[in-house]
């Protein structure tokens, strides 16, 4: 699918999709409890059913009604499973310790990069707790045994993914267990997120000075929770707004343990007074922690009163995409002008984009990120390869159409 974006403000109401990191949390520790759970509001994208899918294939059962999704937990746990994660890196890296705890002979396959997002953690640190990887570097690839409990050293600067794996899968092992940090945690706030989650379905995790403590033997119980609005999809929209459009925000929490959130005080501290006009200035930002605001920050900036830096951002480069050079690549397309360097991106400031054509990368980040950046364009910004949206936010531009935006799909020779 070929988007012709031409360039207008938006302005109205719009409801942001409900957080796809709480909805895989949620979905997994329903499927892992002895009972019957409902999770609310639930926003269905690629990557969640890529979670439902997974979990079915490991016993759990579901029933969909509108966003509302009725969770059957595991009560016989199938021998062997195939496990499609698509493109989801999420659900691969919180499904593999999953299916090693519960003794499964695995098979996981997935599209696009995802066979090539690195699992070497996990290889090592399963090797000497029972569990046989049958891996050469890409998908297909397969897991046998059952994970034993003990120590799990984890670097903190790959993924913050694989903790949370882990999180979901020590409660469930005969014996006490321990992640180790061997260096900083990046990406915090999402493990925090999951022990939030963990103890709404009555399990405990014991945060040490250096890593995590997991008694063994614990069981889930079931729980019925309601997903908030997800700050990472609302992250395109206060940007927006930043840089001239004019959005109403709604269905966020606004005490949300989401990191993503920290966009508010992004655009907060960059905003200055001229006058009766509110001005951006320019940022110096560490997004160790957030990620997935790269992209979107990365239009911001481009509207600043002066250079501004992102760095330690270096893990974006084994996303959907390279997202750094992505980001830089479209950017530029459209008449920015923003450089990558080692681990994070430097932005100068225009006074517009002129339009152009880019590609999505297969990345749905690069899909809004373009689409909010036409809406200070000269002319009409063309994304190919759009419905890479679909991955986390299917109806992004139906929401973006309704704000007055004029997003068109076309044929493209």
Do not use: W
């Amino acid at each position: 699918m070929n988007i012709c974006i031409t360039p207008s403000l938006l302005h109205g109401n719009v409801n942001v999709p409900s957080s796809k990191s709480y909805a895989h949390r949620m979905l997994i520790c329903a499927a892992l409890s002895n009972g019957v759970s409902v999770i609310k509001n639930v926003t269905m994208s690629k990557d969640i059913e890529a979670t439902i899918n997974s979990l079915k294939a490991v016993g759990a059962e579901f029933s969909i009604e509108n966003s509302d999704i009725t969770v059957k937990g595991i009560s016989a746990i199938p021998e062997n499973a195939t496990i499609n994660c698509c493109e989801s890196g999420s659900t691969l890296r919180f499904m593999i310790p999953v299916a090693a705890a519960l003794g499964i002979d695995a098979e996981f396959i997935g599209q696009g990069r995802l066979p090539q997002r690195p699992i070497d953690t996990y290889i090592r640190e399963f090797s000497n707790k029972n569990i046989i990887f049958n891996y050469n570097n890409t998908m297909p690839f397969s897991i046998s045994g059952k994970l034993s409990g003990g120590n799990f050293f984890l670097e903190g600067d790959i993924s913050s993914q694989f903790v949370t794996g882990l999180l979901f899968a020590l409660p469930l092992l005969e014996n006490d267990s321990k992640i180790i940090l061997t260096s900083k945690l990046e990406s915090e706030p999402y493990v925090n997120m999951t022990i939030e989650v963990l103890r709404h379905f009555g399990i405990n995790i014991t945060k040490l000075s250096d890593g995590y403590e997991v008694k063994g033997h614990q069981k889930y119980n079931p729980a019925n929770l309601k997903v908030e609005g997800d700050y990472s999809q609302a992250a395109f929209y206060y940007v927006a707004n930043a840089i001239g459009n004019n959005i109403n925000i709604d269905n966020l929490n606004p005490l949300s343990m989401q990191g993503d959130r920290k966009i508010l005080d992004i655009i907060k501290n960059m905003c200055y007074n001229n006058g009766n006009e509110c001005m951006l200035g320019h940022f110096n930002e560490d997004c160790s922690d957030i990620p997935d605001l790269v992209p979107i920050l990365a239009v911001l900036g481009s509207f600043g009163n002066d250079e501004s830096f992102i760095y330690n951002a270096k893990r974006l480069r084994i996303k959907e995409s390279d997202r750094l050079s992505a980001i830089s690549e479209t950017l530029n397309k459209l008449g920015g002008k923003i450089k990558v360097n080692n681990d994070g991106l430097i932005i100068e400031p225009i006074i517009s984009f002129n339009g152009g054509v880019v590609d999505s990368f297969s990345d749905h980040r690069i899909v809004m990120c373009a689409a909010i950046a036409a809406t200070r364009a000269k002319n009409d910004v063309i994304i190919k390869n759009a419905q890479a949206v679909e991955k986390s936010y299917p109806l992004f531009f139906n929401d973006y159409n309704n704000l007055g935006g004029k997003a068109n799909v076309i044929t493209m020779e």
